[in-house]
């Protein structure tokens, strides 16, 4: 069974589109994530949810809009696409840090979008 | 800002030892963390240091000193399938990144 499911795999698009991702864990995480890594393959946090509220909110475009309507799901809305949208999306979750502070965090397998 | 360095690229031959070089800069610190990421794939998750010092699991060991900012990741015994990126990354308390290290083992 898939831990951290995205859908789609990947997304062909044009400029100025709306589209969304979903992401969906069943691991029974409290707090899920969304990560773009650009074609340079630097990996960089957009938003956190803990429990459906969002706790982080990197400087990211407001055409961005996450929303999460229950701790296994967040979905990723992206209003009027941009080229330098393209890239790769992952999801993941994790629970909270340990008593030693270790908090794994899974990855689903990536959304791969191109703006054209 | 956060500042996460690591080298571009490695290689290494089967069988070898390497050692990938993180070092960080960054407004606060709550653990490192060292996740593999083989080429179309996600990133996994290695190891995790909070406490100065070194922690094994296997053929990898990871090293932290948090005095110098500095910690490395460790792979003995390389094989073909450890090829891939290697991202070392702060819990700020967001995880943040370093670009990663591409890694390539030949025979």
């Known amino acids: 069974d898939t831990a951290v499911s995205q859908t789609p795999k990947y997304l062909v698009t044009q400029m100025g589109n709306d589209k969304s991702i979903k992401c969906e864990q069943n691991?029974?995480?409290?707090?899920m994530y969304w990560y773009k890594q650009d074609s340079k393959k630097f990996l960089k946090i957009m938003f956190s949810?803990?429990?459906?509220?969002?706790?982080i909110n990197e400087t990211v475009p407001n055409r961005f809009s996450p929303k999460s309507p229950d701790k296994a799901h967040l979905n990723l809305h992206i209003n009027s696409l941009e080229l330098g949208d393209s890239a790769v999306y992952f999801c993941?979750?994790?629970?909270?840090?340990?008593?030693?502070?270790?908090?794994?965090?899974?990855f689903g397998p990536g959304t791969r979008l191109l703006v054209l | 800002g956060q500042n996460i360095d690591q080298p571009t690229e490695m290689t290494a031959t089967e069988g070898a030892i390497v050692q990938i070089n993180c070092t960080y800069q960054t407004s606060g610190f709550n653990g490192l963390f060292w996740y593999q990421q083989h080429a179309g794939e996600a990133p996994t998750f290695l190891s995790y240091n909070v406490l100065d010092g070194l922690e094994e699991k296997g053929r990898f060991s990871s090293f932290l000193s948090r005095s110098k900012g500095y910690s490395y990741l460790l792979l003995k015994e390389l094989q073909m399938k450890d090829s891939a990126s290697y991202l070392c990354a702060v819990r700020v308390p967001a995880l943040t990144f370093g670009k990663g290290t591409m890694l390539l083992v030949s025979p």
């Open positions: 949810y803990n429990n459906k509220e969002l706790i």
């Open positions: 691991l029974g995480h409290d707090t």
């Open positions: 993941a979750s994790s629970q909270p840090p340990d008593l030693a502070g270790e908090e794994t965090q899974y």
